[in-house]
């Protein structure tokens, strides 16, 4: 079975990013792949150093999450648009997740992988400036990004108080999107 995690670039409780990519996820399940769902801030990673790295050697949230990575077939990813980047919480959370431990293949939580990407923003450009940086970052790691993308303008008007989809058209998009992870990973292993 395909395997996938599925995460946003936000630490906020209420992120809409959180949201959209759980309506990805759905796509994903509806075409049969196993998707978790995980929130970067539950590993609690400090900001890398290399001089952090040296004197505490991985840290154990960090490594969690690569073994993670490491495991799955594919990834979806919805980020928030910071300043026309992705933001401090995704790039540590990947740098951490790009250090090798042992005899752990070098990038191994990258390679080989393909990721489908998202960006929702309560303005009207939908955090779309994101995508660019975030295409180059997860394809210069070895990841393979779907020529298919989505982001999300106006998001905080698109889901209900209890986080619910009320954009019906948004719903298929990102279900689809989630789908189209799994039809092509589907085609890569066969
Ligand atoms: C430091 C910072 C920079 C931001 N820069 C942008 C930006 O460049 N473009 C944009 O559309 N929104 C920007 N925003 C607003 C975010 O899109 C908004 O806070 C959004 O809700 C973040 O996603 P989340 O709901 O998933 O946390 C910025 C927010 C912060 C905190």
Do not use: C
């Amino acid at each position: 079975m395909i395997k996938i995690v599925a995460f946003a670039g936000s630490g906020r409780r209420d992120s809409v990013n959180k949201k959209v990519v759980k309506v990805a996820a759905e796509g994903a399940r509806e075409a049969g792949a196993e998707v978790t769902i995980v929130n970067l801030e539950d590993y609690d990673m400090p900001i890398f150093t290399e001089d952090l790295e040296a004197e505490k050697g991985m840290h154990e949230g960090g490594q969690r999450f690569k073994e993670l990575l490491m495991e799955s077939d594919g990834f979806l990813i919805a980020s928030p648009e910071y300043n026309s980047a992705y933001s401090a919480l995704f790039k540590n959370a990947i740098d951490w997740a790009s250090r090798k431990v042992g005899d752990e293949k070098p990038l191994a939580a990258y390679k080989g992988k393909v990721a489908a990407i998202m960006a929702a923003s309560p303005g009207a450009l939908g955090g779309m400036r994101v995508l660019v940086p975030l295409r180059m970052l997860m394809e210069n790691l070895g990841t393979m990004v779907l020529p298919t993308q989505k982001s999300v303008p106006k998001a905080f008007e698109k889901f209900d108080e209890n986080g619910n989809i009320t954009d019906e058209k948004l719903d298929a998009a990102l279900k689809n999107l989630g789908r189209e992870l799994v039809d092509t990973l589907n085609k890569l292993k066969s």
